[in-house]
């Protein structure tokens, strides 16, 4: 790992792995001089459909919309990042600097939801993105798919890294009158030398939890995530986290134990190598011990906590500090029964 690309200032990735889906790959060659951050670009998505099904049984929720493709936020450890390989990109710089958005998602849902094939259920915002990565607030994509759950509402599950989630109070308070709205502040790291290189583009974990507080004392219930937790990196600020987070009133709290599926093994090693080169074995060495000996473990159960003892010894210490921070375990229920049409003088139940 001696050439191993440097880092980009305001990147989580350096380079750009190999798409696993091609036959041509393209090495990185070391250069004496770093090349510049390359720049954000935008593409207009042209999906015709907007809501994506699972069947795990390790998410709370069968659809989900994701009103973008990529994530500017670029955190290195993100799952999510192998997706674009589906789209003839690679899951380095490009996930995080290619950024496809769905101008006509709102217009897409309020179709799906007028069919009458739609199944009122909660709706997860979003699976493989992050609704409020900073280009939201220019776009605002996420906000307009609030408004159309809002119109017929149908419940729905916040998930970000990004305090602009206020933006959208309004929306979110309407919703939480007919308890169809929870919000999830997925909080990584509370120190800031830590925060910029992990997830470079996120709001800080402090701007975070006040965002959770605003939420909370606005009626809409929002807990945390402290997702991903990375043993030998972030482990021992999670009792930190789960307090604060307790202080502001956090409804629910929640962890998942770090994974590197595909791509992100290379991208995830490259990076230790280059912000934390004495850490990195200690690091890998751990993940191996919660994933059977692997970086991932993509198995329904397993997938998101991991097994082993180390697994289980994360699972212990964020336990005792949830307990000891007065932090409920699950999400609250939401509800379907003031699903509506709109237009239509009857609800659907």
Not at 51 to 77: F, K, L, M, Q, T
Not at 123 to 148: A, F, W
Not at 287 to 300: P, Y
Request: charged fraction near 25%; include cysteine; proline fraction near 7%.
């Amino acid at each position: 790992m001696a050439d191993s690309p440097a880092a980009l200032h305001g990147r989580g990735a350096a380079f750009n792995p190999e798409n696993r889906f091609t036959r041509i790959g393209v090495e990185w060659q070391p250069q004496e001089e770093d090349a510049p951050a390359p720049a954000t670009q935008f593409f207009e998505d042209d999906s015709q459909s907007i809501i994506s099904r699972n069947d795990s049984p390790d998410i709370p929720y069968e659809a989900s919309v994701n009103p973008y493709r990529g994530c500017e936020h670029g955190c290195i450890y993100c799952y999510a990042r192998p997706y674009h390989e589906y789209l003839g990109l690679s899951a380095g710089l490009d996930f995080e600097t290619k950024i496809f958005v769905k101008l006509r998602a709102a217009d897409l849902l309020r179709r799906e939801f007028s069919l009458p094939s739609w199944k009122p259920q909660k709706l997860g915002l979003s699976g493989v993105t992050d609704p409020y990565q900073p280009v939201e607030r220019k776009l605002e994509i996420t906000r307009r798919v609030l408004e159309v759950c809002a119109e017929f509402r149908n419940p729905v599950m916040l998930v970000t890294k990004n305090a602009l989630v206020l933006r959208d109070l309004d929306i979110l308070a309407e919703l939480a009158r007919f308890d169809c709205v929870s919000v999830a502040l997925s909080v990584t790291t509370l120190n800031d030398e830590l925060r910029p290189l992990l997830e470079p583009r996120t709001s800080t974990g402090l701007r975070r939890l006040e965002a959770l507080a605003r939420l909370n004392q606005a009626g809409v219930p929002a807990g945390v995530l402290v997702a991903p937790i990375v043993p030998g990196l972030n482990d021992t600020e999670v009792p930190e986290i789960l307090s604060r987070a307790g202080a502001a009133g956090a409804r629910f709290a929640g962890f998942t134990l770090l994974r590197l599926p595909h791509a992100v093994a290379p991208l995830f090693t490259q990076w230790l190598q280059c912000h934390f080169p004495a850490r990195r074995e200690k690091v890998l060495k751990r993940i191996r011990e919660a994933r059977g000996g692997e970086l991932n473990d993509a198995r329904f159960g397993k997938r998101m906590k991991g097994e082993g003892f180390t697994a289980r010894a994360v699972e212990r210490m964020f336990e005792l500090a949830r307990r000891r921070a007065g932090i409920g375990q699950r999400r609250l229920e939401l509800s379907v029964a003031h699903f509506r049409i709109p237009g239509t003088t009857r609800l659907m139940f």
